[in-house]
């Protein structure tokens, strides 16, 4: 079944770690987006893909980085500069194009010990 | 730049009956596109409904309908025949080339549906 998948479920981080979060699709396509969900509210983005070795920040880059190596693959890592990380991780996916869906994953939440 | 606004934090509804869902948006882009998503506790984003700016007929999906008033800037998502399931959190949410077609999200409206 094509879908995107979101590793691991739950993620904990000590502090001054870096962790880092996967997003794999297999539905071919292009533009790869990964946002943040704080409780209550909604979707905030941190970067977005929308080629292969091409990203951008979105709205709240700082203390996270992204890598886009291949095009099913666009992992997240959150680094020991992000000093609020607990929340609600999403990978998204779509085509390139105006009308076309972005399609989740099923997210991760990272919490700080 | 855009913006989404949802203006319902929390509805309440019985099941069986329709419930309307607020959302608008403010844009200068001529070309756009609405989607409306929903958020059941366990997370997951999942899609149900997607209009055009340019789109001459309401979208509907199966019990979603969207309501599109262009000129209001207005697209409110119809649930009609409410089920237990439809608990839920929905975002409506935009794209368009001013916004490099990143998707904007609302804040979201929280539904309860009580048996």
């Known amino acids: 079944d094509g879908g995107i998948t979101q590793s691991p479920k739950y993620l904990f981080r000590k502090e001054g770690q870096n962790v880092t979060l996967s997003c794999e699709q297999n539905l071919n396509h292009d533009a790869m987006y990964w946002y943040r969900q704080d409780p209550g509210q909604g979707l905030r983005l941190i970067y977005y893909s929308q080629i292969v070795n091409d990203f951008q920040k979105g709205d709240i880059a700082e203390g996270y980085s992204v890598s886009r190596e291949k095009k099913e693959s666009f992992p997240l890592t959150v680094t020991s500069a992000q000093k609020n990380p607990t929340a609600f991780y999403l990978c998204?996916?779509?085509?390139?194009?105006?009308?076309?869906?972005?399609?989740f994953g099923p997210g991760t939440r990272l919490l700080v010990l | 730049a855009q913006k989404i606004t949802q203006t319902q934090p929390g509805m309440f509804v019985q099941e069986k009956e329709a419930v309307t869902l607020d959302c608008t948006y403010d844009?200068?882009?001529?070309?756009?596109?609405l989607f409306w998503y929903k958020q059941p506790s366990s997370g997951e984003m999942i899609f149900l409904i997607y209009q055009g700016s340019y789109d001459e007929q309401n979208a509907t999906e199966g019990r979603y309908s969207l309501n599109f008033q262009k000129a209001r800037k207005s697209a409110n998502l119809v649930i009609s025949a409410s089920q237990l399931g439809d608990s839920a959190m929905y975002f409506c949410a935009m794209r368009g080339p001013s916004n490099d077609y990143k998707l904007s999200f609302g804040a979201g409206t929280t539904v309860t549906v009580r048996a």
């Open positions: 998204a996916s779509s085509k390139a194009a105006l009308r076309e869906t972005q399609y």
């Open positions: 844009t200068s882009d001529q070309s756009y596109g």
